[in-house]
C-alpha cells in the first residue's frame, strides 16, 4: 500500500516495474528463508483421463477447469459488479473517478486483493503439476509479457495473450 499508493495516477509501467521489484525482493525472501530448496504440492489426487490419444492427469485436468472457472469469475466481478465498475473506472482516470465518488484507495487495494487471490489460485494450480523453487517469479514475467501482448486494459486480450505467450513457449 505504502508503494502502490504513490503510483496510482502514473502510466501503467511505473506499476508493472514496481511489481517487478516486488517480486525481486519477494524471491531474495524465499532463498532467505526456505534456503532456495524445490518443492511440488502434493494433494494425493491420482489417475486422469486420455483425451485426444494424451494421458491427462486429473491434478491438470483440476487445473484447467480451475483455471478457466477464475479467470469467469474475475471477468464477471470485473464487468457486472458496482467494485468492477470502480475498478475500470479508476483505471482509466483516477481523479475523475474520485470526483465521482469512487473510493480510489479502497479501489486499488481490492484490486490488489483479487490479484493477490488469483496468483495464490494460479501458484497452488502450478505447483501440483510443476516443481516450485526460486525461479518461479519467472511466470511473473511471463505473465507481464502476456499482458502487454493482450493490452493492459482488457481482460480477454490478457486471456488471448496468454495463449499466444504459451503456444509460442
Known amino acids: 500500500a505504502v508503494i502502490i499508493r ?9 506499476g508493472i516495474l ?11 525472501l524465499m532463498v532467505v528463508f ?5 518443492a511440488r504440492l502434493d494433494f ?34 470485473y464487468m457486472r459488479s458496482k467494485i ?24 486499488v ?3 490488489w486483493v483479487v490479484a493477490l487471490a488469483a496468483a495464490a489460485a494460479s501458484g497452488i494450480f502450478y505447483g501440483t503439476s ?7 517469479p519467472v511466470i511473473g514475467v511471463k505473465a507481464t509479457i502476456a499482458a502487454l501482448i493482450g493490452g493492459l486494459g482488457s481482460l480477454r486480450g490478457v486471456v488471448l495473450g ?4 504459451a503456444i509460442a513457449e
Open 6 to 14: 504513490r503510483v496510482i495516477a502514473q502510466p501503467p509501467f511505473v
Open 18 to 28: 514496481i511489481t517487478v521489484g516486488l517480486s525481486i525482493a519477494l524471491r531474495a
Open 34 to 38: 526456505y534456503e532456495g530448496r524445490t
Open 44 to 77: 494425493g489426487i491420482v489417475g486422469g483421463l486420455t483425451i485426444a490419444g494424451e494421458r491427462v492427469s486429473q491434478v491438470d485436468l483440476l487445473s484447467i477447469v480451475g483455471t478457466w472457472g477464475l479467470v469467469l469469475l474475475v471477468s464477471t466481478m
Open 84 to 107: 468492477g465498475m470502480n475498478m475500470r473506472a479508476v483505471a482509466e482516470n483516477p481523479t475523475l473517478a474520485a470526483q465521482r465518488g469512487a473510493n480510489v484507495d479502497f479501489v
Open 109 to 111: 487495494g481490492s484490486a
Open 130 to 136: 510443476s516443481l516450485l523453487s526460486t525461479s518461479a
Open 162 to 165: 496468454s495463449l499466444i505467450v
